[in-house]
């Protein structure tokens, strides 16, 4: 009876079970004369002796893909198997889809060939698809369709294999726990302070030091920022900003940095989920740069990196994080010990090396790597080590820490080790996701209205506290402070005293104080006392008694709401609602107009309002009360009133504008003029004599104003648009036509 391993061997063609027996040291001449050569193959191939030789001749990929296989039951699907090989930059895409692998093949080498080898090394071999294991035809060393370690060759390996070198714990003198519930917990102090201040970024697109300082101290983790002066030289903060912006949880609106639409939502999420999402976030971020964080790099780094820099790093975190699928979650993994793997998989992750007829380029020379970044590297062996490992190192130190997904050991006062969290093995799929537990309900309302929010807590109940109540404290436990006020601030946002009260039922662990819940529908009804309505049309009349007959007719009032002064009442609904009011203002012999049917006023030469309908819209004397005053029974535009409102920040242009939008006809230019001089729109001036000196050159200028005898008596006179020359002649008249324009006049240039 024949085995697993002799069957598939079968379904490789004569040359390649020659290759694959002088792979392993047999006689490729003598195995075709054997009666049953195959049956001897696979016996060779079984031995334990010779599997522990070639496993030790495998290279950083082969290893990786051995070890990959064993954690999948021994098998995989080989378009699978490739694609997850491809997106962590262990390997190069294949030059065409018809590629056929070799096991000779050095450099570059692609998938089809560290498969080929491994095949004619006989540790994985291939088989038809899942319903027919057959192939149609004999098989080459190329992969078909699936890949496996035969059942003889399993036996022999461990069931879990690593080659990654490990530590016990007791040679660490520290360990700094990886905390995703820090950095999720510090993500929504950043978002709920962005949610309740004006964040006005900086021409660099940076938060200005006082936000950065403010929110550094309610963190959980606080960042050292002695000596820092600008958001781009800090480190974990910066990156909060990144990730954030990349999720979509913060968005610029003309240089304000504010929380984006439904991203409270994502509060909402498991911390598994949250983590996964800011994870992601990171790789995919293009603003980040690790390469910047790296002190004997960071004077070279391009801020913000380049495209093609930005790509390369992408790359280089996707290949970390394929790497990190294959540690142990419940063991300290040596630091040296995974950079060291790094390099066997793939030492050209970040900067591949281009070869030409003279040879193979420096990849740390500017003209020589794909990112055009001179690196401070004179040859490539001291090159990786500084670029390269201190890149990997970095992404396990920050990033991947900071995230809280990976742990730290420490010693000799430097990280050594790492070991793979809980949830960041559940995410890297090195361990089965595990249910996570809902926050239980952990609000207590005292009876002086002060609200204890105790962890573990969900943000997104965080969030809602916020919105209602003002946060006094942000630490282990919050606490906050319920107040007319801030019920009030949350009313103007549309939540209700009720529903305030029925959060509070629902969230807190213990009853709601009976004074907390009365006091709280005391405060919803005084609020409700004064209400803001929009959009409603507005019935205004000449005189009292006008309304009052309009209000004594039932077949008028029904059109119309609540009277708001002894001249105007509300008119019920709009459009067809309105027309019904017409026509029953029609009905008892009064016409009505519509104030937004033609420009409502014109502006008369003597400043005087002439209004076109006998009762103005209380809008429009809304807009012109600050610049104008009522004088014998007219509305004017006076100098008084100009003054008195330049006085409180209105503008000559904005006074002109405002007039000008209702305005049936262009302002009479005498009414312009007399609103620019009153609102002191010229400002004020200053003529001075002086004389000018012209040198041959700007150079020469620059000469003499260093000499030690001119310099002295010249000042370098670079006139900008607010100066100008005036002949002597004209100097009296300009100073008359300023005057009248009611500027005031210095004998004394002002400097700037």
């Known amino acids: 009876m024949s085995s697993a391993l002799e069957d598939l061997l079968r379904s490789y063609s004569p040359n390649a079970q020659q290759t ?7 006689d490729p001449e003598a195995l075709p004369g054997t009666p049953d050569h195959v049956r001897v193959l696979a016996q060779a191939l079984a031995r334990p002796e010779r599997i522990e030789r070639v496993l030790s001749d495998l290279d950083g990929v082969e290893r990786l893909v051995l070890e990959r296989l064993l954690l999948q039951n021994g098998q995989a699907k080989t378009d699978l198997l490739r694609q997850e090989l491809l997106q962590s930059g262990f390997i190069p895409e294949s030059p065409s889809a018809k590629y056929v692998g070799s096991p000779y093949r050095q450099l570059p080498r692609y998938f089809e060939d560290v498969l080929a080898r491994l095949a004619a090394l006989g540790l994985v071999l291939s088989t038809g698809d899942s319903e027919h294991n057959d192939l149609a035809e004999p098989a080459e060393l190329s992969p078909s ?14 069931s879990s294999p690593t080659w990654l070198p490990t530590l016990p714990p007791d040679g660490l003198s520290q360990i700094v726990e990886g905390a995703p519930d820090e950095f999720q917990r510090d993500l929504f102090l950043f978002w709920s302070y962005a949610n309740s201040h004006q964040m006005v970024l900086t021409s660099r697109g940076w938060i200005p030091k006082r936000h950065w300082t403010h929110l550094n101290e309610e ?37 304000e940095l504010k929380p984006a639409p439904n991203s409270r939502e994502f509060l909402a999420l498991s911390l598994r989920a949250r983590t996964e999402r800011a994870l992601r976030a990171w790789l995919r971020a293009s603003a980040w740069n690790e390469l910047s964080r790296i002190q004997e790099l960071s004077s070279n780094s391009p801020r913000p990196p380049s495209s093609r820099l930005t790509s390369a790093l992408k790359g280089a975190r996707q290949f970390v994080a394929g790497l990190l699928r294959h540690a142990p979650p419940d063991q300290w993994v040596s630091l040296k010990g995974f950079i060291e793997r790094a390099r066997a998989v793939n030492d ?28 401070p590297a004179f040859d490539e062996a001291k090159g990786w080590d500084l670029v390269e490992a201190r890149l990997i190192a970095n992404m396990l130190q920050e990033p991947l820490h900071w995230l809280g997904v990976v742990s730290l050991g420490w010693a000799a006062n430097e990280p050594v080790a790492f070991r793979v969290t809980p949830i960041g093995a559940q995410i890297l799929g090195i361990s089965s ?74 969230e807190s662990n213990t009853p709601v104080p009976q004074n907390v819940k009365m006091t709280l529908h005391e405060w919803g009804r005084y ?19 006008i309304l009052d007959r309009i209000l004594n007719d039932p077949r008028v009032s029904a059109h119309l709401a609540a009277r708001i002064s002894p001249t105007t ?28 049917s033609m420009p409502p006023y014109a502006v008369q030469p003597d400043g005087r309002i002439r209004f076109r309908h006998r009762v103005p819209d209380f809008h429009i004397l809304h807009q012109l009360a600050p610049f104008t005053l009522e004088r014998d029974g007219d509305l004017r535009i006076t100098e008084e009133a100009v003054a008195k409102a330049a006085s409180t920040g209105w503008t000559a242009a904005r006074i002109i504008q405002t007039l000008s939008a209702q305005q049936q006809e262009a302002l009479p230019l005498d009414v312009v003029s007399k609103i ?77």
């Open 433 to 506: 996701p595990q249910p996570e537990q809902a926050p239980e309900r952990r609000i207590i309302v005292q009876p002086n209205f002060q609200i204890f929010a105790l962890d573990p807590i969900s943000d997104y109940t965080l969030s809602l506290l916020d919105e209602f109540a003002e946060r006094v404290k942000s630490e282990r436990v919050f606490e906050y402070q319920l107040s007319r006020e801030s019920v009030y601030e949350a009313q103007q946002k549309g939540v209700t005293a009720a529903q305030i009260a029925a959060f509070l039922d629902r």
């Open 145 to 158: 369709a699936r890949v496996l370690i035969p059942d003889e060759i399993r036996r022999t390996l461990p």
């Open 20 to 26: 694959i027996a002088k792979m392993n040291g047999l």
């Open 569 to 596: 009442a509300m008119a019920r609904g709009s459009g067809a609602g309105l027309q019904g009011l017409r026509k029953a203002l029609h009905g008892k012999g009064i016409l009505s107009t519509s104030t937004r």
């Open 676 to 752: 620019k001089v009153w609102g002191k729109h010229y400002g004020d001036a200053a003529i001075s004599k002086v004389t000018l000196v012209q040198f041959k050159s700007a150079d020469i200028l620059r000469e003499l104003a260093e000499d030690l005898e001119i310099g002295p008596l010249i000042v370098p006179f670079s006139p900008t648009g607010a100066l100008a020359i005036v002949r002597d002649e004209n100097v009296d008249a300009l100073r008359a036509a300023l005057r009248q324009r009611g500027m005031g006049l210095d004998s004394q240039l002002r400097s700037g």
């Open 348 to 375: 050209e992750f970040l900067l591949p090396r281009y070869h030409s007829y003279y040879g193979f380029h420096n990849p740390y020379h500017g003209h020589g790597n794909a990112v055009s970044w001179e690196f």
């Open 527 to 545: 609020h409700e006392r004064i209400v803001f309505y929009q959009g409603v049309a507005l019935c205004q009349v000449a005189e009292p008694d």
């Open 219 to 255: 963190f959980r983790y606080k960042e050292s920022l002695r000596g820092l002066r600008n958001e781009g030289e800090t480190g974990r903060f910066g990156f909060l900003h990144i990730l954030m912006e990349e999720m979509g949880l913060l968005q610029q609106a003309e240089r």
